[in-house]
């Protein structure tokens, strides 16, 4: 996907057009550039153009396909519905989670889990005494990314909903 936009945008820089760079901003402004030819692009730059927006669009749809068929998928397993739970924790990553430790009867605590995975140090211990290891970051590398990105979500969501916000006052009380 980046790498089509990144074209798209290489394109019409190199003819004089600039565009804000980023998904959104190539986005938003394709169909105007297309709708509204200059001279600046030749009609074979916007047939060049007009065929990577189409690829762009088959390759959403079928990202929006597999999408649709993970989250099938993910709904008909009960491992995935208890992790979807989570806040944060949706189709995307309860499945590979699922699919990689099962039933996770393997840890017998989260800290297990998380050391297995590379977010902790791994702990061993033995009567009084806690050494803590490394951060190895040898476990599942995709699990871990998926989990650090699901952790700024959850960390990144608006704390306040529409029924936690304070009344309004009904007066003014500056004068």
Do not use: H
Not at 36 to 45: Q, T, Y
């Amino acid at each position: 996907m980046r790498s089509i936009a990144n074209s798209r945008y290489d394109f019409l820089l190199e003819r004089g057009v600039a565009v804000r760079q980023g998904l959104r901003f190539v986005r938003n402004e394709l169909p105007s550039i297309l709708a509204a030819p200059s001279d600046a692009l030749s009609p074979r730059m916007l047939r060049i153009i007009e065929d990577l927006a189409g690829d762009w669009r088959r390759l959403d749809e079928r990202i929006e396909g597999l999408s649709k068929e993970i989250e099938a998928i993910a709904r008909q397993d009960a491992g995935c519905e208890r992790l979807i739970s989570v806040p944060g924790i949706g189709p995307m990553i309860s499945s590979p989670m699922v699919a990689a430790i099962g039933t996770a009867d393997v840890f017998s605590k989260g800290r297990d889990f998380a050391a297995w995975l590379g977010l902790v140090p791994k702990q061993i211990s033995t009567g009084d005494r806690t050494i803590l290891g490394k951060i190895s970051k040898r476990g599942n590398r995709y699990l871990r990314v998926l989990f650090v990105q699901a952790a700024w979500g959850v960390l990144i969501k608006p704390k306040t909903t529409p029924q936690q916000l304070p009344e309004r006052p009904t007066r003014c009380t500056n004068r």
